[in-house]
């Protein structure tokens, strides 16, 4: 009874001193949060006062280091006021003493029990005349015990406030949380005490009291759910005959409406059922298959070769396990046809784990396997030849060169036909096409039928002759190449001719590296080309032309390493003027040069042809444009001599010939903000002489923006005068093979003379280049030459510019 009457009062009592310690722990947290708060405070303020020290010390030394009076006068504290005035309302201080000698100024007003930091500055006046000597500064700030105890007070204060508010929110926000659900389960708990026993707890909580209610409930609750319990096995025990006979009939409908065949089998391979798509699949029905092995029952073929198969069950009992079958098998029917299927089985076991028996189930999958077919024949052949394509190609190549022999001699061809290019720009792509079908049938009238012909992309093909020696390649390829002469196209109305350029690689024993092959045969085909055209040429090592082709090549692929990864850096020299006594830098020429993977610095002549012949100039102009620009913009040719200097940038026939390069000019020159009157583009005679109306269009679209132009290696070309008067350029680069030796040779002094005179006539400057000593500089001047340029002015210098990749060349 004490118990019972003393519940009301253990509900109220315990919440309330629980909600007492959280208040007064919260009290306590708060009062560590503000003693480290305040730490931190004062480490702050105290680093700020010398910092703020420091910045003050710096204005005083600045101030009297170009101070123009040598004594403490008016001047020197006018000039200390107005350098100290900006920093009145940032930093606070009373007061700024200096002190030198026996003289003193002050600056403020000094307050009782104030802050000071004195320090002794060494100063070296920035006017000559004036001797260093040292000043004593002292700084006043309010004191900073004042100042930390004020905010000492302010965050006691603010702290205490939050954590009082926040300790008896915390407690309001318990009480209601606690007091509430605990009375409510002591008055369940005395309701059952009192002898209700359908009293039960509130289990609708989503708390403690909640989890708690539903403990106490199911004890409660225990042993009227285990009566319910007992109740509805014996239910289910009285309902089991009838359940099992819904699964059985569930299991028929189920096998029944299958879209795959199941058949099931004894452990010695008997057939003891086959659903309604088993019998359709097989021809069978079950009363006629049951008792019959399921060999006889179901028969397997490879589809492609009609050799027998074993099917899936009888494999499944030999072995034991599940087996899978879905490659290249079909059921041979009774009426003979075959369907592709998709057959696995597996075992059935009794409790013991004993087989007894296996199911088999087989999918029609010919739909399926009638795409794949397609689709692997579409990975592998030219869809508008049907010829093999590259890939195939390829891979039969490595296959070969897996399989030879010592003895073994193959060939490989690779053809590129000649005026292909005519067809389609004339007639268009649909003439094109039709072109490529019909030579794919003249090729293949002119191969044996082991060779393989494939499409490589393009007007390219390639053919594999297989046990074929060079002889017989040779034979063979004159064959095709007059077979293909001899071909005539016709398309509404026109009639053309094409020719086709080989190239044979022999195949042996020695030679076993397909993209090795397959590059040495593309090599002979572009020397075919190179030889006129309409002719085969044989891959040798020795050969001269071959090599030279290789090695170009072998530069292509550094070129685009290099322009990907950065690696091409800029080198200026010097053009000076001769105007005055001694020649003097007018502007830069622009130099390119490459770097190999080890750093070492490569010479321009050794990869520009190889650029010129594989079309890579375009990139490598950009390239050079662009970040010539760019260093333009960060300062890096700006001296102090020079602060506006104007530099020359080599520029190709590919990049006169390419109808966006004036575009891409002017929008690399809007993205640097470059004053194009600082860019001078330089154009050999020879190559604004083979395109003379591109290379006029050129120069006047960007004289227009304020660029100069200077026409390069001027006195090569055959017809350098006649075509001077239609170019519109500012410079022209005497030649240098003229200059080198003109001190010894009258013809090349005469050369440069004349060069020089109608240069002048035509208000055209004169650049000579390749001047190497004092006596042709001397010469030059005496003739008039405005300008000069090679080593005995100065040789080329590295620019330090930041690296550009061509991924960052738009």
């Not at 359940?243 to 028929?252: D, S, W």
């Not at 024993?509 to 080309?529: E, F, P, Q």
């Not at 519109?728 to 060069?755: C, E, H, L, Q, Y």
């Amino acid at each position: 009874m004490s118990v019972q009457q003393n519940l009301p009062e253990i509900a109220s009592n315990l919440p309330t001193r629980i909600s007492g310690i959280v208040f007064w722990g919260t009290m306590l947290i708060g009062l560590l949060i503000a003693f480290v708060i305040l730490k931190d405070k004062e480490n702050e303020l105290t680093a700020q006062y010398h910092d703020n020290a420091k910045i003050l010390q710096t204005v005083i030394l600045k101030s009297l280091e170009y101070s123009t009076s040598p004594d403490f006068n008016g001047t020197t504290r006018r000039d200390m006021e107005h350098n100290l005035k900006p920093f009145r309302d940032i930093i606070q201080y009373n007061a700024i003493e200096l002190r030198r000698d026996n003289k003193t100024l002050l600056f403020g007003r000094k307050v009782a029990n104030e802050d000071a930091i004195t320090t002794r500055l060494d100063i070296y006046p920035f006017y000559p005349k004036m001797l260093p000597y040292r000043v004593e500064t002292s700084i006043y700030f309010p004191s900073l015990q004042k100042v930390i105890s004020t905010y000492r007070k302010w965050i006691l204060l603010s702290i205490a406030s939050l954590m009082m508010l926040f300790g008896l929110i915390l407690q309001f926000i318990l009480q209601r949380l606690l007091t509430r659900p605990f009375s409510r389960m002591v008055h369940t708990a005395q309701q059952f005490a009192d002898g209700d026993s359908t009293a039960r707890f509130d289990e609708n909580r989503n708390d403690e009291f909640g989890f708690l209610s539903k403990f106490i409930n199911r004890a409660l609750d225990s042993s009227a759910r285990q009566y319910t319990e007992l109740m509805d096995a014996l239910e289910r025990a009285t309902e089991s005959e009838s359940a099992l006979f819904a699964e059985k009939e569930r299991m028929a409908v189920t096998l029944n409406s299958l879209s795959e065949a199941v058949i099931s089998t004894n452990a010695r391979g008997v057939v003891d059922y086959l659903n309604p798509m088993a019998e359709r699949m097989t021809g069978w029905s079950l009363r006629e298959a049951r008792g019959r092995q399921v060999a006889t029952v179901v028969t397997v073929i490879d589809e492609f070769n009609h050799l027998p198969l074993v099917d899936a069950a009888t494999v499944c009992l030999q072995q034991n396990q599940s087996v899978h079958m879905i490659e290249n098998s079909a059921l041979l029917l009774r009426d003979d046809r075959l369907i592709s299927v998709d057959m696995s089985a597996a075992p059935m076991r009794n409790g013991k784990g004993d087989v007894v028996g296996a199911v088999m189930v087989c999918s029609d999958v010919s739909h399926t396997r009638r795409l794949s077919t397609q689709l692997s024949y579409q990975v592998s052949h030219d869809s508008l030849t049907n010829l093999a394509n590259r890939s195939a190609f390829e891979r039969r190549l490595t296959g070969l060169l897996d399989d030879i022999r010592m003895s073994d001699t193959h060939a490989l061809l690779y053809i590129d036909l000649d005026q292909f290019k005519v067809v389609n720009d004339t007639c268009g792509h649909t003439a094109g096409d039709e072109l490529l079908r019909q030579l794919a049938q003249v090729l293949l009238e002119c191969i044996r039928h082991t060779d393989v012909l494939a499409r490589l992309g393009g007007d390219e093909f390639g053919i594999l002759l297989i046990n074929c020696e060079l002889d017989c390649a040779i034979e063979i390829a004159e064959k095709i190449r007059q077979a293909v002469k001899d071909f005539r196209f016709s398309w509404i109305g026109n009639v053309f001719e094409i020719g086709a350029s080989i190239g044979v690689i022999e195949i042996n024993a020695d030679n076993l590296n397909a993209s090795t092959i397959m590059s040495s045969a593309d090599l002979a085909c572009y020397a075919a080309k190179d030889n006129g055209r309409n002719r085969v040429h044989v891959y040798e090592k020795t050969d001269d032309a071959l090599l030279q082709r290789h090695g170009e090549m072998h530069w292509i692929a550094l070129i685009t390493q290099a322009l990907e990864e950065g690696r091409f850096v800029l080198y200026r020299q010097p053009i000076c003027e001769l105007s005055g006594e001694q020649p003097q830098v007018h502007h830069w020429e622009i130099l390119l040069r490459m770097k190999d993977n080890q750093g070492a610095v490569i010479l321009p002549n050794q990869f520009i042809p190889a650029a010129e012949r594989y079309n890579k100039m375009q990139g490598i102009d950009r390239w050079v444009i662009h970040s010539v620009f760019a260093a333009l913009a960060n300062g890096a040719f700006v001296s102090a001599t020079d602060t506006r200097p104007m530099l020359a940038i080599n520029l190709s026939g590919a990049t006169l010939g390419d109808e966006s390069a004036l575009d891409f000019i002017r929008e690399t020159g809007k993205q640097f903000g470059t004053d194009f009157s600082q860019i001078c583009f330089e154009i050999t005679e020879t190559v604004a002489i083979s395109s003379l109306s591109k290379a006029t269009n050129f120069i006047r679209e960007l004289k227009r923006l304020g660029c100069q132009f200077s026409l390069d290696d001027f006195g090569s070309g055959l017809s350098s005068f006649s075509y001077l008067k239609n170019l519109s350029v500012d410079f022209i680069k005497i030649d240098g093979s003229f200059v080198k030796d003109m001190v010894s040779d009258p013809i090349d002094r005469a050369m440069v003379d004349a060069i020089t005179e109608i240069g002048h006539v035509m208000k055209i400057k004169t650049i000579a280049e390749w001047v190497e000593n004092e006596a042709t500089l001397t010469l030059l001047k005496a003739m008039g030459v405005d300008f000069v340029q090679g080593y005995y002015l100065g040789r080329p210098t590295e620019v330090d510019v930041h690296p550009v990749r061509n991924n960052e060349v738009r």
